[in-house]
């Protein structure tokens, strides 16, 4: 069974940076894509952007480019985004999410983990 | 960047009644081996989304067939037929033809 375990609820200030995990098992990760994907407090789904494991490849949304920062390691199997200079609209939930033996759709999601940004 | 833009649903739906969904595309998402790259997802209350169809029409592993898509390059509709309550939620479609990989706003499906 594959599944993408994401690390705890992030309290971050503003000014600094949080680095997200996504643990994946059931699956080789460079064998695929991993996205990362944000949902704002009561708003819809937007995607950051994508990380090929297998060569560090990342393509990003631009408005993601000087946020967002997409590493995996393919020793323990994970996928990382760091978020830097933090602000409050940074707050939201994020989600990882792989595209699987298909690559035409995110097939595995992760559970999500808060990131809240406050001082 | 392609637009993806969804249509509201007069709710609440009664259940057991059928409730279309529709989302446009800024851009045809036909592409040249004949596919279509639209996808569409439910988030149930609390949860992360989950596949529910993919290429416009194909079911994805275990969904229900009370659910199936259909469309053009750049129309599409979500249909339920039959609605029940573990189909509460926000459905989205998203297109896969391109880079960023956009997301219509979403749908909210309430039951009466």
């Known amino acids: 069974e594959v599944q993408l375990q994401q690390s705890g609820a992030e309290l971050g200030k503003p000014g600094t940076s949080v680095k997200l995990s996504c643990k994946v098992s059931?699956?080789?990760?460079?064998?695929?894509?991993m996205h990362w994907v944000n949902q704002r407090p009561g708003k819809g789904l937007e995607w950051i952007g994508r990380i090929d494991p297998a060569n560090g490849n990342t393509i990003y949304a631009e408005k993601f480019k000087s946020k967002a920062t997409l590493t995996a390691d393919t020793s323990s199997n994970t996928a990382y985004m760091q978020l830097s200079q933090l602000k409050s609209d940074d707050t939201a939930i994020y989600f990882c999410?792989?595209?699987?033996?298909?690559?035409?759709?995110?097939?595995?999601w992760g559970q999500g983990v808060m990131v809240t940004v406050s001082s | 960047d392609i637009v993806m833009t969804q249509g509201a649903l007069p709710n609440p739906v009664p259940s057991g009644e059928s409730a279309s969904i529709t989302c446009q595309s800024s851009k045809s998402l036909l592409h040249s081996n004949g596919k279509t790259y639209l996808n569409w997802y439910l988030q149930r209350p609390g949860q992360s989304p989950q596949l529910l169809i993919y290429?416009?029409?194909t079911r994805a592993s275990g969904v229900s067939d009370r659910f199936s898509g259909s469309g053009s390059g750049t129309d599409f509709t979500l249909k339920i037929s039959s609605v029940e309550a573990e189909d509460v939620g926000v459905y989205y479609c998203q297109q896969f033809l391109e880079y960023p990989r956009t997301f219509g706003g979403g749908t909210k499906l309430e039951l009466k």
């Open positions: 059931g699956y080789n990760i460079r064998n695929t894509y």
């Open positions: 999410a792989m595209e699987g033996y298909n690559p035409y759709y995110f097939d595995y």
């Open positions: 290429w416009m029409s």
